[in-house]
C-alpha cells in the first residue's frame, strides 16, 4: 500500500481515538455493507424489452452523452467496470424490463425467469446478489396514468399479474444467489389536476396489492417494499401510493417500506422519517437520490442529506436492515462515472456516519449540554475523513481519492466513444 496514505491513516486514527472511536471497527463494518447498484443509470431506463425503447411515465432522465449501453452485455460490461471502482462487495438492481426478450418476446404479464438467465448466470460468475423491480411504466398499458389502481378492471389484472411474476423472479434470484432479493414496488399512478375520487383510486390499489400479497413467499428469498411520493410529472395533484397509504399498508401486511430522497417536499428530511419507521418495523429500503427542486434524480454526492440518512441508520442500529439501493439516472455525464460518483459518495457517508461519535453526542445531549453536541458536530466536520476514506479505497485494492477518474476516462475511450 501507498505509504503516504498508511501514514495518513495511523495519524487519522490517533485523531479519532482520541474521540473515543475506533477507525478500524468502523472499516471492518463498512466492508459488511453492500449497496444496491441500480442497472438503470447505464441506460437512461431504457430497459431491453423492443429495439429503441424509451423511458416514459412518471420520471424523466435529460441529457444525451454518447456511450449508453444498447444491450444488456454491453450494461453488464459497463456495471463490472463501475463495481471494479468500488470498495467492498455489491448488488445489483434490476428492472423487469431489463430481461432478455430476443428470444421469448414476453409481454409484462408473461414475463418469466426464462427472460433473466443471462442475468443470474452473470450473477453467479460476478458472484453478485440481485434485486428486482416489476416495471409498471413505460408501456401501453399504463399510459393512461393508472396501473394496479385503474379504475379498468382489465388494466388492473394485467399489472397484477406482472407484478405477481415479478416477485416469483425475484425470489427465484434469492433464492439461486443465496441472498434474499429486495422486490420493490413502484408505480406513477396519479393525476395530474384535481382528483374527485382518491378514495376510489386508492380502494383499488389496496385491491391490486392484496391479490399481489397474497401468494406467501418465504423471506428468505425476498423482502418485498413498497415505495411511496408525494407528487411526480403528470401526477402533481395526485399520487395514489402516497406515504400514508403505503406506511399503513406496510404496518398491516409485513412488508417494507422504500423512502425514495426525491420523493418529499424538499424541505421535508428523509433521515427523519428513519427513526419513526424503524420504531415500528425492523427493516426500511432508502433510495439513494438527490433531487434539485423536484424530483430530479441528480446523482448523489457527499451532501449533508445523504450523511444525515446514512447517521439516522447508524444511530437506529440498523446498518444492517437498512437496504442502501441507489437511483438516481443521469444521462449528461460519463453513465459510468456516474454510478461511481454516487456509489462512492453513499459509501463515504455510511464511513463518516460509522465515525461519528454517536454515544459522546447522546451523552452531551441528555446531560442538556446542546453547546457540546453542535460544537462537537462542527467539528467533526474537519476531521482527517479523507485519510480513513483513502485506507478503505486502498485495503479493498481499488483506487483511492481521485485516481479512479483517470480509468472512468480511459474506459470512455476506448469503449463508449465507439459506441454509435
Ligand atoms: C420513481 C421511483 C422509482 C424509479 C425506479 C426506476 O420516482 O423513484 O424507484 O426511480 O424504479
Ligand atoms: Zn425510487
Redesign the pocket.
Known amino acids: 500500500m501507498n505509504s503516504t496514505i498508511k501514514k495518513e491513516y495511523a495519524l487519522a486514527s490517533e485523531r479519532y481515538a482520541k474521540l473515543g472511536v475506533s477507525t478500524s471497527a468502523a472499516l471492518s463494518k463498512l466492508k459488511g455493507i453492500s449497496l444496491s447498484l441500480?442497472c438503470?443509470q447505464g441506460d437512461d431506463?431504457s430497459g431491453f424489452e423492443k429495439e429503441g425503447s424509451l423511458l416514459s411515465g412518471?420520471?424523466q432522465v435529460t441529457g444525451n452523452r454518447f456511450g449508453k449501453a444498447r444491450s444488456a452485455d454491453e450494461l453488464r460490461n459497463d456495471l463490472e467496470k463501475a463495481l471494479s471502482l468500488l470498495p467492498g462487495k455489491h448488488r445489483v438492481n434490476l428492472?423487469a424490463i431489463y430481461g432478455n426478450f430476443t428470444l421469448k418476446k414476453n409481454d409484462r404479464d408473461q414475463i418469466s425467469k426464462d427472460n433473466f438467465i443471462d442475468w443470474v448466470s452473470w450473477a453467479k460468475k460476478q458472484k453478485l446478489k440481485l434485486d428486482f423491480?416489476a416495471t409498471l411504466f413505460s408501456h401501453p398499458k399504463s399510459e393512461s396514468g393508472f396501473t394496479l389502481s385503474s379504475k379498468d378492471v382489465s388494466i388492473r389484472s394485467f399489472w397484477v399479474e406482472h407484478v405477481k411474476r415479478c416477485r416469483d423472479i425475484s425470489a427465484w434470484f434469492g433464492q439461486t444467489l443465496g441472498s434474499a432479493s429486495v422486490h420493490?414496488l413502484?408505480i406513477?399512478d396519479g393525476m395530474k389536476d384535481q382528483c374527485a375520487d382518491k378514495r376510489g383510486y386508492r380502494e383499488a390499489l389496496k385491491n391490486s396489492l392484496d391479490k399481489i400479497f397474497s401468494v406467501k413467499i418465504s423471506s428468505k428469498y425476498i423482502k418485498d417494499a413498497v415505495?411511496s411520493?408525494l407528487f411526480?410529472i403528470g401526477s402533481e395533484s395526485f399520487v395514489v401510493g402516497s406515504q400514508e397509504f403505503y406506511t399503513s399498508y406496510a404496518l398491516k401486511n409485513n412488508l417494507m417500506l422504500?423512502l425514495?430522497m426525491?420523493?418529499f417536499h424538499p424541505t421535508e428530511s428523509i433521515a427523519d422519517k428513519i427513526s419513526a419507521i424503524l420504531t415500528f418495523q425492523k427493516e426500511v429500503l432508502i433510495?439513494v437520490?438527490r433531487g434539485v427542486r423536484w424530483?430530479s434524480?441528480h446523482v448523489v454526492l457527499f451532501d449533508d442529506a445523504t450523511k444525515e440518512v446514512a447517521a439516522e441508520v447508524k444511530r437506529n442500529s440498523a446498518l444492517e436492515t437498512a437496504h442502501f439501493a441507489l437511483?438516481y439516472?443521469d444521462a449528461s455525464i460519463n453513465r459510468i462515472g456516474a454510478w461511481v460518483i454516487g456509489a462512492r459518495a453513499a459509501q463515504k457517508s455510511i464511513l463518516y456516519a460509522l465515525l461519528e461519535p454517536t454515544s459522546a453526542l447522546v451523552k452531551a445531549e441528555e446531560s442538556g449540554d446542546y453547546f457540546k453536541r453542535l460544537a462537537l458536530t462542527e467539528e467533526l466536520k474537519a476531521m482527517p475523513f479523507g485519510s480513513v476514506w483513502n485506507y478503505f479505497c486502498e485495503q479493498e485494492g481499488v483506487p483511492s481519492a481521485e485516481d479512479w477518474i483517470k480509468e472512468v476516462e480511459l474506459y470512455e475511450k476506448e469503449v463508449l466513444s465507439k459506441r454509435s
Open positions: 441500480h438503470w431506463v412518471g420520471i428492472h423491480n420493490n413502484w406513477a415505495e411520493k411526480g422504500c425514495d426525491g420523493h433510495h437520490s424530483d434524480d437511483d439516472f
